[in-house]
């Protein structure tokens, strides 16, 4: 249903009519004179600065982010289980052939792929339960759900009840990844946004490393417990988490797009300590930019994400995270197989001990994207990182013919160019993703957005999922390190995609980016473009009907 001006006006104006608000009207260029002090104190801040101003900020974002461990950890967990003799008695039967316990191969593809589904409907379901009831209480709903969840596969006695468990537990992973960008870009300031959204990625890295240590410690047990105990710490997390947040601040974005103006300035008055920007110009900036975007699009449904600007702002946001994929993060996935197979002649026990080394080089990896991101913009790291992969993939391809001609060195220096992936992957590409989905997005298409580059993502890691075992399985492709081949070819397919379509966000507010979606700048020209303070108003033209009602303002700046 399309909404008219009047339903426009409506939107706005509804709380001047609330007799229990003690708020100050102001017309519409009153409200543009507060917005543009609100994008002028802000651009100028310094990182540095905007830290020490948003301690809560940055502290509740932290807070909520924390819930993407349980999806890293759970990710790296389940494939790994496969191999702990304990794990296939228990669930598979005995091999005449190989004389072992082994879960059959339907089975395996079922329960790993089980969260994969149940993250896909919970990406979804998110997108429509934060418009509804908002972050705080759509995140402490699902940690709610994901503790009784948990407790599906750590007593399961059948890989049938496991599969139904990792598809249940899969749902709030679904919500929890999409969700902590999201809040993480609505709740900081501009020069915090790169770090804060930048740090899910870190998240989910803790969660694998957390993971492969947790079965390094078990690797060698042989009761129920070599299994039931990495399910089991997984509830170290959702309590804890849920007590916390139960204090954490609401999105002053989400409570100004449901137009409860004042309980928005409370939040960013608990987001701030001592900030130059008074809380009232602040929330006229977030009233401006959200009635720009009401002009553009006039809905918040799915199929609004496919139209006018809002249609290249979901491709970049989707394209950005497959991205991830076709970089060869799926050859990266299996570098412990890549070494146990003879690439790097290591036994399972060291090709395990360097599957942690990676790890903890991926870890140092999101933090080089932070120096990265306080020096250089988004755009230049993220074709920068997806340059030094295409060259690092063919130097793998080279190693490979090394290699098959006899050389034995060429084989270790496969290992350091996979390691030397991860540190640049995780330096760039991984990190970045998730920055540049959450501030190309729309702040009313956001959650949609989001969802549905999350759930690209997720489609095309499974299809890649499943080919790269055929392409480095010696009894099917055997391609080895010729598999760096295929990945430089399609990274440099989407090196140019990213060249002429990704644009440079750094810096920029919201209304700023809407303005230059919508007159279709190009992505190249991003960074240079000068936006007008009156620029909206020569879009759409003035709002010189509506009063909007804002709080009390504390610096006396407005009548």
């Not at 991205?323 to 197989?337: K, N, R, T």
């Not at 790291?381 to 340059?387: E, F, L, N, R, T």
């Not at 992936?421 to 998730?434: E, F, M, R, S």
Request: a negative charge.
């Amino acid at each position: 249903m399309s909404t008219t001006p009047d339903d426009i006006k409506e939107e706005v104006e509804h709380i001047e009519k609330d007799e229990h608000s003690h708020g100050v009207r102001v017309n519409w260029d009153q409200l543009k004179e507060e917005a543009q002090r609100a994008i002028e104190a802000e651009q100028t801040m310094s990182p540095l600065e905007a830290l020490k101003r948003y301690p809560m900020a940055v502290f509740w974002s932290w807070v909520i982010s924390l819930a993407v461990l349980m999806e890293g950890f759970d990710t790296n967990l389940i494939g790994s289980l496969f191999a702990l003799p304990a794990f296939a008695k228990a669930y598979g039967s005995y091999s005449d052939v190989s004389n072992t316990y082994t879960l059959s191969a339907p089975w395996q593809s079922g329960i790993s792929q089980a969260s994969t589904i149940g993250t896909f409907i919970g990406i979804i379901m998110n997108g429509y339960l934060i418009d509804r009831f908002g972050y705080k209480r759509t995140l402490l709903t699902m940690l709610v759900f994901i503790t009784g969840f948990i407790a599906i596969p750590t007593f399961a006695p059948n890989p049938a009840t496991l599969l139904v468990g990792e598809l249940l537990c899969g749902i709030p992973w679904g919500v929890f990844c999409t969700l902590a960008p999201a809040y993480a870009s609505e709740v900081a300031p501009v020069q915090l946004r790169g770090y804060l959204t930048a740090y899910v990625n870190l998240c989910f890295v803790i969660g694998h490393f957390l993971a492969l240590g947790v079965l390094n410690g078990v690797e060698t047990w042989t009761s129920q417990w070599a299994y039931r105990v990495p399910f089991c710490l997984q509830w170290m997390w959702p309590v804890p988490i849920f007590i916390v947040v139960c204090f954490a601040p609401e999105s002053p974005w989400y409570l100004v797009r449901k137009n409860r103006l004042e309980e928005a300035e409370v939040m960013l008055r608990r987001l701030s300590k001592n900030s130059p920007i008074n809380p009232r110009d602040a929330v006229a900036m977030m009233v401006r930019t959200n009635q720009l975007e009401i002009d553009q699009t006039q809905g918040t449904r799915w199929i609004d994400c496919l139209k006018g600007a809002d249609l290249r702002r979901t491709e970049v946001s989707c394209v950005a995270w497959t991205i991830q994929v076709f970089c060869g993060l799926p050859f990266l996935s299996w570098d412990v197989y890549f070494f146990e197979q003879g690439s790097s002649g290591l036994n399972p026990s060291n090709a395990f001990k360097v599957g942690l080394a990676v790890e903890g080089i991926s870890f140092i990896g999101v933090f080089l994207s932070w120096v990265f991101l306080t020096w250089i913009g988004r755009r230049t790291i993220y074709i920068g990182g997806q340059v030094a992969m295409v060259l690092l993939m063919l130097l793998v391809g080279f190693l490979q013919i090394a290699t098959d001609s006899g050389s034995k060195n060429s084989n270790w220096g496969q290992g350091a160019m996979l390691m030397l992936l991860c540190l640049v992957y995780n330096g760039t590409i991984g990190p970045l993703a998730y920055c540049i989905a959450a501030e190309t997005s729309s702040t009313r298409l956001r959650n949609r957005t989001i969802a549905l580059a999350r759930n690209s993502y997720n489609i095309i890691s499974i299809v890649f999922g499943i080919a790269t075992p055929y392409m480095l399985n010696p009894n099917e492709g055997n391609w080895k390190g010729f598999t760096g081949f295929w990945w430089a070819g399609i990274g440099l397919i989407f090196t140019a995609w990213s060249y002429y379509r990704l644009p440079e966000c750094k810096g920029r507010t919201y209304w700023e980016l809407d303005i230059l979606f919508e007159r279709r700048v190009s992505a190249r020209k991003f960074r240079e473009t000068v936006v007008e303070p009156n620029a909206d108003d020569e879009l759409h033209g003035g709002h010189q009907d509506m009063v909007i009602t804002l709080g009390e303002d504390a610096n006396e700046k407005t009548v």
